[in-house]
């Protein structure tokens, strides 16, 4: 499986967890509830990005450099971190509220640039075997087992 295509499923899952909070959230009033799904999208959207920024943005570099769409890609990756980070620190419910959702607005922003731009480069910088190379080194960090392969 290649890189782009395990990233795609993984924006498929993260669909699903930001309509599911389009829906929810303005109707929370409740602070804790409100942290409490901005804790779940926290723990998966780190180890997202991590993997992005190790298994496909850094092989990128040789290929477009350290500015560009890369630049931009880290620079919203750090956007919708700092954004996560203030979380925990927030006392007033409908302020946690709409923060959770402008980093689900960014966030869906930053998918639609890698699905229409980046990865479509990536396919062009690195190849189909350079793709699958990375996919398989996603699935042992992953820990879970591709084309008939273990994971680890």
Known sequence: ????????????????????LEEVVPQLRDLAQIKAQAALLTAALETHAHLEDD????????????????????MEHQQIEEGLGMMPGLTDAAAAGQLLLQIVAV??????????????????????????????????????????????
């Open 1 to 20: 499986m290649k890189i782009t295509d395990a990233f795609l499923g993984e924006h498929g899952v993260f669909y699903a967890q930001f309509r599911h």
């Open 55 to 74: 298994l496909l943005f850094a092989p990128l570099e040789p290929h477009l450099g350290q500015g560009g769409p890369l630049a931009v890609m880290r």
């Open 107 to 152: 966030a869906r922003g930053h998918f639609a640039k890698e699905e229409q731009v980046l990865y479509p480069m990536a396919h062009q910088a690195l190849g189909e075997e350079g793709l699958r190379e990375l996919g398989a080194r996603w699935a042992v960090q992953r820990e879970v087992v591709i084309e008939g392969r273990g994971c680890c």
